[in-house]
């Protein structure tokens, strides 16, 4: 090694990252470079040249300067303090105050050697500052999540209001009485809906509790806490989006689900809203449908070559039945609406039915099952028959009644296409089966099943290369040498190492083999090895596929499927 010094040896944590055999200078020179160029602090570069771990630079630090490291997701922070440190400045400094004894306040700091921040927030304060030290992107998320909810309701909407537009309002503001009128509560609600749009969330989460409430999107398929409101406008926070879903506001003790359709900046959105009544209050769900999203190509989806030939042959059928099947939010009603979009065609009469529906298509004759009122899947598909249909699409089969109809018209000279909650293409068969449908009609009537699940992709921004053992990679069934990638986290990704989805499929044509198999009432494990057997991709299979093309991680893929028996 080159014994020349460079500039970095100078810093504390820099030589004992050294001496520990952590770096070497080279990673320390690349990270002066970033550091010089950006701006960033020694531990941003070092984490940013993947030299080290936010983690253990951490560690490292406490370790320098003989101060606790402290996990800022398991530490709960008294609000109390937030309050005390204003919000520009505890992103100036990278700090959180944690809690206060007496006299003395706890702060996280990102960089402990700071004694001009240490002064200034004396002086803000009032009080003495006893130092630990937090990972300066866990400091980051969590000032975004704590001082949201503490800046003014006005200001938080600064800027935002006139990005927002509600469509088909309702004139009804009144009935909210004193928090109707405030334009605080209004613009917290607007704000809450119009970042989560901004971001690409697809649900928003409102929870009430006994002494507080949270707020949190779904990104990426996985929940994330944004804000947690004072619990004294949890009413009028409620209330606002019943109002805005046309939804009745007086009525807390059953479920309701209402619509709002929106418009933020040039982009219109509906917002499928449920309301749940808990012990201490509703909880609002809302899913966002941005039609401006919705692709309907299957080529751009992911799909192996193989498994898009499946499916565009089956629904090329004049008659039978595809299934879609898979876990909620798993993308089944997304890939139903791509085969429609391909079948509609001026020549054809397309009907569907579903709870709800999640997009306006043009040229498809769109029907909203309501159970309240006798409109079941049953009654709705009973009613197409009498429709001349050429193609159907059944939201869900719950029930036999439902899977008996379908099945029916899929052999009377219609193409029907539904989905089913299973957990692999294999087993809906026997899902059928058990439902009550006959195997024969099974057997006839069904021309492909598709599985699918989605999982995260990693982020673009800090994709880098992993050394996996010949040996780890042989468990999860990848061959010896096979590179790997995660995301390290950036600030495009939040420090999370991904961004957007991918879905993993798993297509089984039903072949005269696996028709037999249906027929003789063979099992899943049978039916499986066929279908694997005949060049079946399992989503297991489709998932090692997308780790080796750089796409997603071997932990996403283990957390979406299951091994095949």
């Known amino acids: 090694m080159n014994s020349t010094p460079t500039p970095l040896v100078k810093d504390k944590v820099a030589k004992q990252l050294l001496e520990a055999g952590i770096i070497d200078e080279a990673n320390l020179t690349s990270a002066l470079e970033i550091q010089e160029k950006e701006g960033v602090t020694l531990g941003q570069a070092l984490v940013r040249t993947g030299a080290v771990d936010e983690i253990t630079f951490t560690q490292h630090l406490g370790q320098v300067f003989r101060l606790p490291v402290v996990d800022l997701g398991e530490v709960e922070i008294e609000m109390e303090c937030i309050d005390r440190i204003p919000d520009d400045v505890a992103r100036k400094f990278q700090v959180l105050p944690i809690s206060r004894t007496g006299r003395v306040l706890t702060l996280a700091m990102a960089n402990p050697s700071n004694i001009f921040a240490i002064d200034d927030i004396k002086f803000i304060t009032g009080l003495e500052v006893q130092s630990v030290v937090a990972g300066e992107m866990a400091i980051k998320q969590a000032i975004d999540k704590y001082y949201a909810t503490t800046d003014s309701l006005a200001s938080i909407m600064e800027g935002l ?3 927002i537009e509600l469509v088909e309002e309702q004139e009804a503001d009144d009935l909210l009485g004193e928090d109707g009128q405030n334009a605080p509560v209004v613009k917290l609600v607007n704000t809450l809906l119009a970042e989560a749009v901004k971001i690409g969330a697809s649900d928003i989460h409102i929870e009430a509790y006994e002494r507080s409430m949270r707020v949190r999107y779904r990104v990426d398929g996985v929940l994330e806490e944004v804000m947690e409101p004072p619990i004294k406008l949890k009413n009028a926070i409620i209330s606002r989006l019943k109002i805005m879903s046309e939804l009745d506001i007086a009525e807390r003790r059953i479920p309701q689900d209402g619509r709002i359709k929106l418009k933020v900046g040039s982009k219109k959105v509906d917002l499928r809203v449920s309301t749940l009544p808990c012990i201490y209050g509703e909880k609002v769900v809302m899913r966002i449908l941005d039609k401006g999203n919705l692709n ?25 039945m595809v299934l879609v099947t898979g876990p909620t939010g798993s993308g089944k009603t997304t890939t139903l609406y791509s085969c429609l979009s391909k079948l509609n065609i001026e020549g054809t009469n397309l009907m569907t039915a579903e709870d709800p529906v999640e997009y306006n298509l043009d040229g498809i004759n769109q029907v909203q099952v309501r159970e309240s009122v006798g409109l079941t899947f049953a009654t709705a598909l009973k009613a197409f028959l009498r429709q001349d249909p050429d193609i159907i699409m059944v939201g869900e089969i719950r029930d036999l009644e439902t899977g008996g109809i379908a099945t029916k018209a899929a052999l009377t000279g219609h193409l029907v296409l539904s989905t089913l909650h299973t957990n692999d293409a294999p087993s809906t068969i026997n899902r059928m089966i058990d439902m009550g449908i006959e195997p024969f009609l099974v057997a006839s009537s069904t021309l492909l099943i598709m599985a699918q699940r989605l999982v995260r992709r990693i982020c673009s921004g800090c994709k880098e290369e992993i050394k996996l053992s010949d040996e780890a990679l042989g468990d999860v069934g990848l061959p010896a040498g096979t590179p790997v990638f995660k995301g390290k986290g950036c600030d495009k990704c939040k420090g999370t190492g991904y961004s957007g989805r991918q879905g993993l499929y798993e297509v089984m044509p039903i072949t005269p083999a696996i028709r037999e198999l249906i027929l003789n009432r ?44």
Do not use: C, N, W
């Not at 309907?296 to 499946?310: N, P, R, S, V, Y």
């Open 161 to 163: 209001e006139d990005d």
């Open 296 to 320: 309907l190509d299957l080529a751009d989806f992911g799909m192996e070559e193989q498994a898009i030939k499946g499916v565009y042959d089956a629904i090329a059928a004049p008659f039978g």
């Open 522 to 565: 063979a099992s899943t494990t049978e039916i499986r090895h066929t279908a694997t057997g005949e060049g079946m991709l399992t989503l297991r299979d489709d998932g090692m596929i997308k780790v080796q093309k750089g796409i997603t991680t071997i932990e996403e893929v283990l957390r979406e499927t299951a091994v095949a028996d």
